[in-house]
């Protein structure tokens, strides 16, 4: 996966490099014309000479141009968070525009996004980012491959921006989830999440069981990695998915949602 997602990223720079070179020779990268007709003849060009353009986002217009260098911007932000102890100061700042982008942009322009999104492997990323954060009273909070918090803050307060990051990265993961079936070429391989993975969701899970947020969206991402994944099912069952199941129906015992949710989980798992 990650030397696909490189492959990936060098021929959409390459793409990118020979639009932004036509545009500079016409002296005047504003107009859609010109994008239009700059995207044209670099197509054509590396066409001929049997270039492999497939799965690269092809911008018909300056907005959609804007908007894949300001998404690939913020998957850097996202990856680079994957390489550091501590989060980037323009994490949360990134992924509120990632979802901003996932919900309000067109059809038409997400299909571009989810080319990017394939490309790049952002859907493992955001899984395993998400497995990094973790509040200040986790078990393992020594571990160096978890986002650490400063000592001199607040406890509590960074509790709270912390899961909230967390709900906000497994919205972004949902939202992926949701449409990666329609715009993926090859879904069943990002939808397949490696098994430590897993068992990290597990504790999570599990540490984070009076949190209804937390647990209404993990159950939904649950549900749809053991529906789309046969693999992922047979990992979360060896990790005691079904006990932390029942576990979570007695804490939350009053919250309809969560128990639908649950027995929608428990019925794809005994399928």
Known sequence: KNSKSMQFVARQADFDQLVADFLAEHGDSG??????????????????????LSGLFVYKN???FELKFSFESRCRTIENCLTSD???????????????ILKNESLQSLQGIFRIIEGRNLLSTLVTLFCKTKSSDDEDSKDS?????DDSDDDEDVDESLALQRLALMEIILLICKSGKQFFRNWSLHIAMPEEAMVRLCKI?????????????????????CTQCEENKVFLLHHSLLDLLELCRKVNKKDEDILSKIDRLVNACNY
């Open 86 to 100: 501590h989060a980037d100061v323009n994490f949360v700042f990134c992924i509120q525009g990632m979802l901003h």
């Open 31 to 52: 107009a859609d014309q010109y994008l239009e007709q700059a995207v044209t003849e670099v197509t054509d060009t590396l066409n001929e000479s049997n270039y492999d």
């Open 205 to 225: 899970f599990d540490d984070e069981m009076t949190d209804t947020r937390m647990m209404k969206s993990m159950l939904d991402f649950f549900w749809i990695a």
């Open 145 to 149: 491959n978890e986002i650490e918090k």
């Open 62 to 64: 300056k907005k959609e």
